[in-house]
């Protein structure tokens, strides 16, 4: 079974500009999760989607949105992009809900802001 | 508000030793959910356990180990027989089933 799949691996962009990272969940997942990490700030939730519908919300500006299509692949945006964006993007898929199973993490977007 | 503690920023053990490491959580929920997760030099997050909030039973899995208190509010992970494979950064986290919250992490490193 192929695991969660993240595109692009690396992006460079420069302040401003505007960024989609694409995540790809295990087939059955319905779950997917997005996450930022930044040797500062840690790791920390962006936001959550099952079938198609946003269920949680992390503390981060509207500059950041996401969006899960009907095949459960989900997208996030940066709009704006400003310095303290760079970061790992960690996306996270799993079968149920809220996090009550397993999640499976991918192997990240790391985005950096010039 | 949600809260993760891991006190020890950084640990430092010769293979074969045992070490624990800690994990404090601040919630006001009576429903939660703790986790522990792996993470390698590689970057990818594993998962390692996930325990609600009602089931206060420590867990044995191989080498790895998990005492869940509530009574202190801790969910300690122990690796026994550490070995250089473990080497990596260590995260607890804390769902309420609206938010994930991550504890900064604990940076492993067993020498040889």
């Known amino acids: 079974k192929a695991g969660v799949t993240q595109t692009p691996r690396y992006l460079i962009k420069t302040r401003g500009q505007q960024v989609t990272l694409s995540c790809s969940p295990i087939?059955?997942?319905?779950?997917v999760s997005w996450y930022q990490q930044t040797p500062g700030q840690g790791l920390q939730f962006l936001f959550e989607?099952?079938?198609?519908?946003?269920?949680n919300k992390g503390n981060f500006p509207g500059r950041f949105s996401g969006r899960q299509f009907s095949n459960s692949r989900s997208e996030m945006n940066v709009s704006t992009l400003e310095l303290g964006d760079s970061a790992l993007y960690l996306c996270?898929?799993?079968?149920?809900?809220?996090?009550?199973?397993?999640?499976?993490f991918g192997p990240g977007t790391r985005l950096t802001v010039l | 508000a949600q809260k993760v503690t891991q006190a020890q920023t950084e640990i430092s053990v010769v293979e074969k030793e045992d070490v624990t490491l800690d994990c404090v959580y601040e919630?006001?929920?009576?429903?939660?959910?703790l986790f522990w997760y792996k993470q390698p030099p590689s970057g990818e997050l594993v998962f390692l356990i996930r325990?609600?909030?009602?089931?206060?039973q420590n867990e044995i899995s191989g080498r790895y180990s998990w005492n869940f208190q509530k009574s202190t509010s801790s969910f300690n992970f122990t690796i026994t027989a550490s070995q250089v494979v473990d080497s990596a950064v260590y995260f607890c986290?804390?769902?309420?089933?609206?938010?994930?919250?991550f504890g900064p992490g604990t940076r492993l490193s067993v020498l040889p």
């Open positions: 919630t006001r929920d009576t429903t939660y959910y």
């Open positions: 986290a804390l769902s309420d089933g609206q938010n994930f919250v």
């Open positions: 087939s059955g997942h319905r779950s």
């Open positions: 996270a898929s799993s079968l149920e809900v809220d996090w009550v199973d397993e999640q499976f």
């Open positions: 989607y099952f079938s198609e519908t946003q269920r």
């Open positions: 325990r609600n909030s009602f089931d206060e």
